[in-house]
């Protein structure tokens, strides 16, 4: 996966003059650490996890990154995101480096007692590596705000200090932001506004289907049809539901949470238990004919066994890595848009660093303050991708990276480079 990310990489070269330098750092992380972390089940025995971080690259400030709990979570992973986050905060402007981290485990069956104790023997683990001004995680996969403030609470254990700036996506009492829960969403949603604005689109006529009803894809769903585009599919890991009139996303939504046990901080409900619309599966999502394909899911969704089959006409990537390289080359083929990742799922980092800021000031700001700032970075820097994917006729993805890549390189070379050193 990490040798797929990287081809992303070579694809910049061809178009902007890159220090050799800049490559040989940009192709491997600046530090792996895998750990064990032993937990004490319910049942009295002790079952030992394996955790891991991978700071890639901190030129531009300290490392920030998610958390991932899943069963498929490797090093291999978690130093793909971590590659995929330090050119998503450089798109974003933001002054942090990237990281990520994860542990292998199924949460969901685990109780909220045993989560507790994995999240916190995960700062114990890494608490050395991780800091306000050296690496700041969040959540991702399968970890929330609860989860959070858990972390939150053994780094300030630890440290004998308050320290919320260590981590973000807290909630809200714990120092969390406003805004963060739905901004990942929101920040999608800022984006695909802006390429709707290029294309002369009418908003009202144009539909839209939405692979991961999580976090990030429910948000967007729920803004979207706020803002009047027309969601007709949306799926989760159990199945997909369809109505060519529209789905009303909040009916959805309290769906979802109604079946959820209670018992429980994962939902175990499953959209296509709704009876109103039509259950399809997750591959039929895939191929609607909508205007926009929305993965908000995980990676490899979209690849070259199934890109032949994708009718939308454009894909917007909520997901990290939802689209391989080969699956980018058919489409493109075929001339279906894809909106970046590094681009458009951005909104959740830019709130991470929002709290971050807010932390350390100790001012916390209102919700419509955080839209608006997040607003402007969106509109900003997607339209920054739009021009410059234009000015070398190249691939969404590609002008993300150039942009990414670009003030990457700017940080790498002004801290000297071989030429500086020889003259
Ligand atoms: P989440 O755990 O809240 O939601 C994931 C959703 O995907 C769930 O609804 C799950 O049922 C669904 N899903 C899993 N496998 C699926 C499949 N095969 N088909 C259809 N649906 C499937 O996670 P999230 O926070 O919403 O993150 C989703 C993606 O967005 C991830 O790739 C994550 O890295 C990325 N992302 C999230 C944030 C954020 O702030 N939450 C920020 C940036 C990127």
Redesign the pocket.
């Known amino acids: 996966m990490f040798e797929l990310a990287k081809q992303r990489l070579a694809s910049v070269f061809k178009y902007i003059e890159v220090d050799e330098e800049v490559i040989s750092r940009l192709s491997v992380a600046k530090r792996a650490i895998i750990a064990s972390i032993p937990v004490r089940m319910d049942n009295g025995e002790l079952k030992i996890f394996t955790g891991y971080r991978v700071q890639y690259d901190d030129t531009r400030g300290p490392t920030k990154g ?1 958390i991932r709990y899943h069963p498929r979570v490797n090093l291999d992973e978690v130093t793909s995101l971590s590659f995929w986050m330090t050119v998503k905060c450089a798109v974003a402007g933001l002054p942090f480096g990237g990281a990520k981290g994860g542990v292998t485990v199924n949460p969901k069956e685990l109780s909220k007692l045993e989560l507790e104790r994995l999240s916190r023997g995960y700062i114990r683990a890494f608490a050395d590596v991780l800091g306000e001004a050296r690496d700041i995680p969040a ?4 970890t929330n705000s609860t989860i959070m403030g858990w972390m939150a609470d053994e780094y300030s254990t630890i440290s004998r200090r308050q320290v919320p700036e260590m981590i973000t996506g807290k909630p809200l009492h714990l120092g969390g932001s406003q805004g963060r829960e739905s ?2 969403g929101q920040g999608a949603l800022y984006t695909l506004e802006e390429y709707a604005k290029r294309h002369q689109w009418n908003i009202s006529q144009v539909t839209i289907a939405i ?7 429910y948000h967007f769903a729920r803004l979207a049809s706020r803002m009047g585009f027309r969601v007709l599919a949306v ?3 159990k199945g997909a539901i369809y109505s060519s009139s529209g789905l009303n996303v909040e009916d959805v939504y309290r769906f979802k949470q109604e079946e959820k046990k209670l018992a429980s901080v994962y939902c175990d409900g499953s959209v296509c238990n709704m009876l109103d619309y039509e259950e399809i599966s ?1 591959e039929d999502l895939l191929a609607l004919k909508v205007d926009v394909l929305v993965l ?4 490899n969704q979209v690849t070259q066994l199934n890109a032949d089959k994708v009718q939308a006409v454009t894909i917007l990537e ?3 890595g939802p689209v391989t390289p080969q699956a980018d080359e058919i489409l493109e083929a075929r001339g279906i848009q894809v909106i970046p990742d590094v681009l458009a ?1 951005s909104g ?1 980092v830019v709130v991470s660093y929002f709290e971050w800021v807010q932390n350390k000031s100790g001012f916390y700001w209102e919700a419509p303050e955080v839209r608006e700032k997040l607003h402007n970075i969106m509109r900003r820097e997607s339209n920054v991708v739009f021009d410059l994917a234009n000015h070398h006729q190249c691939t969404l993805r590609t002008a993300a990276y150039i942009h990414g890549i670009e003030r990457l390189a700017g940080a790498i070379d002004q801290r000297g480079n071989k030429k500086y050193f020889s003259t």
């Open positions: 998610g959540p991702d996969v399968y901004a990942t692979q991961g009803f999580g976090n990030a894809g799926s989760d890991s997750n908000g899911a995980l990676e909520i997901a990290n799922n959740g």
